[in-house]
């Protein structure tokens, strides 16, 4: 069965510097789309992302997160500064091997981020 | 504004007994319904969804789930827990867009 995958599974870096969490979404999907879980806290939407550009984006995705699609598979969330509230689960989703949007999203496993 | 609420943050049931968790959505129009669940140290797994028809829908390890409009309600249900279901369960939401709204998800243990 085709699944979302993503790497590193774990990433620890310094307050300040640059992180890339990578995602490869399901093929023949259309839709792609971040969130992240503060430990404890609920399952936060920051952005999706169609047609190699943003369609929705959250309060929480301000200047520091950028996405892009570089190639055909991959799908990257970078954040240009890490802040120390930054650390959490960053889950990448897909859907849509239509156009149809209100497909059912497909979650990958996680990045686990601390920053220190 | 739209919510999601689960207002179970912690359930124990003992193994072989049924299961009900809540979920409430707030905000008129109708939504899509989902609900995933978390083993630990793993992603979200979709155990089901409604988007509309029979109130009533099947998924993945037994669960159920039934829409219940009126009480803007889909509780998710299991007639025998299994000791392998302990795991936090998450409730989603889209309403339009596709952007999902989670609960703050309940943590399920099962005692042997």
């Known amino acids: 069965e085709p699944e979302v995958t993503q790497t590193p599974s774990h990433q620890v870096t310094q307050m300040g510097q640059e992180v890339i969490l990578r995602c490869v979404p399901i093929?023949?999907?259309?839709?792609f789309y971040w969130y992240r879980q503060i430990l404890g806290q609920k399952v936060e939407f920051l952005v999706s992302?169609?047609?190699?550009?943003?369609?929705?984006k959250s309060e929480i995705f301000d200047d520091q997160f950028s996405v892009e699609r570089p190639d055909g598979s991959n799908f990257t969330l970078k954040i240009r500064s890490t802040k120390l509230e930054d650390s959490a689960m960053y889950f990448c989703a897909s859907s849509g091997p239509s156009d149809e949007y209100q497909e059912t999203q497909y979650f990958g496993p996680g990045t686990r981020l601390l920053v220190l | 504004a739209q919510s999601v609420t689960q207002p179970d943050i912690h359930i124990t049931v003992s193994e072989g007994a049924s299961l009900e968790l809540r979920c409430n959505y707030s905000y008129g129009a109708t939504p899509y319904l989902f609900w995933y669940v978390q083993s630990p140290g793993q992603g979200l797994q979709l155990l089901l969804k409604y988007f509309s028809g029979d109130t009533l829908v099947q998924g993945i390890k037994g669960f159920e789930a039934e829409f219940k409009r009126s009480q803007s309600s889909f509780n998710l249900r299991k007639p025998s827990v299994h000791w392998s279901d302990a795991a936090e369960y998450f409730c989603a939401v889209v309403w339009t867009g596709n952007q999902f709204y989670f609960g703050t998800g309940t943590s399920l243990t099962v005692i042997p």
């Open positions: 093929s023949n999907h259309l839709y």
């Open positions: 992302f169609y047609n190699n550009e943003i369609s929705e």
